[in-house]
């Protein structure tokens, strides 16, 4: 999901307590001698026929499967959801299961889920009363789920355990490796306000026209996966960490309020009962037309506010090969569709949006779906699926296969900043992209955010800059990581989601930057997308391990990467690379005619001292007795002597014309000398600027730095003299001062403003009530 709406929607959720991050020391392996090559092999886990040592899916590779009947009804009176669901379970996986375990996410709003009793609290010197307002509602929302029925494929009940966000079921006789089992499951639950008490998923009610815009997730009990890493998968829902989920079909039917539209996963299997042949008619024409077409227009949309139903109708969906399922409904929405080619696979790009969201959705919304799912599907695979789907409501930004909920509107007057047309154009792309990562590379959220946001940030990033040029991207380059990188309060990216500090800077831009770096600077476009594509290839509709993707951008990339993954993912370390000092050496020629004019030359730029000066001018005694004077006063030892050539001569005959023309090379030898201040090792990039004026760039590879992590020197041998040198000249590597990046030194160049002194603060009581204004009451007029 989005993160700067998750922090908004968590803190909403969760109250205001995660305003203010807990300080904690965090252990830095800084200033401590360690071997930052040492190969992961005792890190990562151990090879095996499911996940082999490249990095791939091994020849013996499982994965359960969950298929879905579904039906739905929403209450739009009540706001309230009322399903029932068979669940047809397959069991690949080489064991017995003798229970089954699904997730229950709705019960994160009961009134006492570990989500709301877990949160730790701040302080209350500044709180918003939108804040307080939901702090206060949260414990009288009847939220969570009720579940009235489990029965087996016959209808008779299955026991079954409710722990927290969790429901055990146990099985009459256990599930064979290779066999299905088939229950149903009946349930209801009240919907929460998304808008009053947050969440991924909620409705949002609009005041001025008395309609909802209903926007459904984490809404049906939905299985835990069961893996080869760690059996079932059912660490509670806390809020931060996401769905780890197991594919397979979904036929759900939802019955509306026959005034509402509805959007889902998957394609529509009835349109002649609930769309006019106008509707029908628009979409057919949608699927050719060269810009987005309206199949519910504005006016439309506005007259189904004023209405009222009649009736309900049953919209019928049917998708393939999905890890999830999620719906929006609303008679407010407009709807336009686009077909669109992806790269062989006919895609209907669809947006649904109030008109609330005008002018910028009709605008942006599906251009901005069908560029995401042109530019993804070039770094991964051809986006598989028949639809992608953007719904506008009251969730900032979340993800489901097909569809996503998307947040930003203009004001009411229509206009809006750069900040939101941004906004949207960029959770659009997000949350679109999430089919990638990880609705489709199906990677386990619930331990790692970085696996599917750090992936995901990476690719908006690259798709943002194709958007238009100098997209205003927020994540990705590598300046923007590094007070970040500097911070205390953090922990390595390797940290599983509900435990992590400064969410978005550690599962979002942290990965995202670090992708892009290893792309950029360490392996290179070729070499990072062959190895990147190549992880999405293989992981396609399976279930990777972070020691997956680790494994195969070396194994396809041919690099090794240890480093980097220790570094970047492991560590909290920094980087802070210091030119410290440059030596000059220069090759003694031995040619006296020319060292000694050299070694004169020395001699007579040195300074003159104060008492060399001072006694300069004393009358000395050598002048009045000159027979004092002997050889010694007329010696010079830098005169060049006939002896000193001959013995030049001599050493002339012993070298070979290779030797002579190194010797007179007139070589500049400098020791450039660097120091790793922030722990994390990085190449050092060097741009050299000669006396001449002309630049030259130098790459040194991160091994510069694998027998001594602390300081390191480099040699740089050249006919030019240096004037001087600057490292990493492009921000390629996200150091962190640059200060110490200049040989010579440069001065920090930043700005402060002064102001002006102002004697008297604001009124006292005291005159304000000459003045008439206050009429303080009681003894303690103050709050
Ligand atoms: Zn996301």
Known sequence: MRQTIFCLLLSLCLGWTLWETPAVAVAQSKSKPSDKFRQLDEVLPTPNEYRTASGAPGHRYWQNRADHVISVELDDERQRIQASETITYTNNSPDELRYLWLQLDQNIFAKDSDAFRAQTSGGLDRVPFSVLDSLLRRPEFDGGYKITAVKDAKGQPLRYTVVKTMMRVDLPTPLKPGQQVSFAVDWNYNINDAVKLGGRSGYEYFPKDKNYIYEIAQWFPRMCAYTDYRGWQHTQFLGAGEFTLEFGNYRVSITVPDDHIVAATGVLQNPRQVLTPEQIARLERAKTAAAPVLIVTPEEARRAEQGRPTGRKTWIFQAENVRDFAFASSRKFIWDAMGHNVEGNQVMAMSYYPNEGNPLWEKYSTHAIIHTLNVYSRYTFTYPYPVAISVNGPVGGMEYPMICFNGPRPLEDGTYSARTKYGLISVIIHEVGHNFFPMIVNSDERQWTWMDEGLNTFLQYLAEQEWEEKYPSFRGEPQYIVDYMKSE??????????????????????????????????????????????????????????ADFFRTMEDASGVDLDWFWRGWFYSTDHVDISIENVRWYRLDTQNPDVEKGLRRQERES???????????????????????????????????????????????????????????????????????????????????????GTKEEMRFPAEIWRLNNFEVSKLIVTPKEIASITLDPRLETADADLANNFFPRRPVKSRFQVFKEQRQGPPNPMQLERKGQSKPQGDNPRP
């Not at 309060?489 to 969410?503: A, E, G, K, Y």
């Open 606 to 692: 040195r300074p003159v001292t104060l008492s060399e000066e001072r006694n300069k001018p004393l009358p000395k005694r050598v002048d009045q007795y000159p027979d004092l004077k002997d050889f010694y006063n007329r010696y010079d030892e830098l005169d060049v002597t006939e002896m000193d050539r001959e013995m030049y001569r001599q050493f002339l005959a012993t070298l070979t014309d290779r030797e002579k023309e190194i010797l007179n090379a007139g070589l500049n030898f400098y020791f450039v000398d660097f120091k790793n201040i922030g722990g994390l090792v990085m190449p050092i990039i060097l741009e050299v600027t000669y006396t001449d």
């Open 489 to 546: 309060n953090q922990v390595p990216i390797m940290t599983q989601s509900d435990s992590l500090l400064q969410f978005g800077n550690n599962a979002y831009a942290k990965p995202a930057t670090a992708l892009n770096i290893l792309r950029e600077t360490i392996l290179g476009r070729e070499l990072f997308d062959y190895a990147f594509k190549e992880y999405a290839r293989r992981w396609k509709f399976k279930r990777p391990e972070p």
